[in-house]
């Protein structure tokens, strides 16, 4: 008996729904990153949110789809758990590998905004500073 079609479905019916539950957890628990990477601002941070979500279905389930094929045949169960560990452990790594590299650029992002924000000034400028010559000397001159 060939285990192949039966190999296709079994990583397909883990992997599909790993990706849902990843992509799921990452949109509910990066909301709170977001907002703090584009300084409270929570229409661009949930925009930016929803994009996210879209381009790691698609760069997923792409990969996924493209890495389906298997090269030799699956004999027996064996061959099948066997099959499935790897490829399942190829897509594990995978989005473990996306999901760093995306906080990484988001905490750069963040570190960024904050070193601008440390930048600028405390206090905005109060006024104009008095003219030297309106200030008193505060040491009589010499030779007096």
Do not use: C
Request: aromatic content about 12%.
């Amino acid at each position: 008996m060939d285990w192949t079609v039966t190999t296709y479905f079994t990583y397909l019916a883990v992997s599909v729904p790993l990706i849902v539950w990843v992509a799921t957890t990452l949109a509910h628990n990066g909301k709170v990153f977001l907002a703090d990477v584009f300084a409270g601002n929570d229409e661009l941070a949930g925009a930016v949110n929803k994009l996210l979500v879209v381009g790691f279905y698609l760069l997923n389930l792409g990969f996924v789809s493209l890495y389906l094929r298997i090269s030799d045949p699956v004999a027996d169960l064996g061959g099948l758990l066997e099959t499935l560990s790897v490829k399942i452990g190829v897509v594990t790594l995978t989005l473990g590998v996306l999901h760093f590299l995306n906080v990484y650029v988001f905490n750069a992002i963040r570190r960024r905004s904050r070193m601008e924000a440390l930048r600028s000034a405390p206090v905005a400028p109060q006024g104009q500073l008095p003219h030297p010559s309106q200030y008193a000397a505060p040491f009589p001159a010499p030779g007096r």
